[in-house]
């Protein structure tokens, strides 16, 4: 079993940068992909990125404001945000799944995390 705890969200205003760490931790941290979601107010969830190993994979409509960089020695995937805008705003949820991912489909993810908010004011 994997436990996640996230951490880094806050406010910010647009334009500005915001950097998101989950760090996983159990038995089976080192073999999960762990990725990123969020869900804004009236939207439904989104994924963001994902990784396994040192391969990350993100979402077309992000992929030119938000890195992720996967720290396999201390699990943890930290999502950096830049250029951040007012539909940015939600809460962000880092997931994992047992092995490799091929997905950002939320259903293949079975341990999430609580939930960091990230508000972006203009």
């Known amino acids: 079993q994997v436990q996640l705890v996230e951490s880094g969200g806050g406010s910010v205003q647009a334009g500005g940068s915001l950097r998101l760490s989950c760090a996983a931790s159990?038995?089976?941290?080192?073999?999960?992909?762990m990725a990123w979601f969020r869900q804004s107010p009236g939207k439904a969830r989104e994924g963001i990125v994902y990784?396994?190993?040192?391969?990350?994979h993100y979402d077309g409509s992000v992929a030119d404001r938000f890195t992720g960089a996967r720290d396999n020695d201390k699990n943890t995937l930290v999502l950096n945000m830049s250029a951040l805008n007012v539909g940015d705003t939600g809460m962000y949820y880092c997931?994992?799944?047992?092995?490799?991912?091929?997905?950002?489909?939320?259903?293949?993810?079975?341990?999430w995390g609580q939930g960091t908010q990230v508000t972006v004011s203009s």
């Open positions: 997931a994992a799944a047992r092995g490799p991912c091929y997905t950002l489909s939320g259903s293949a993810y079975s341990t």
């Open positions: 159990g038995d089976t941290a080192r073999d999960s992909c």
């Open positions: 990784s396994y190993g040192r391969l990350a």
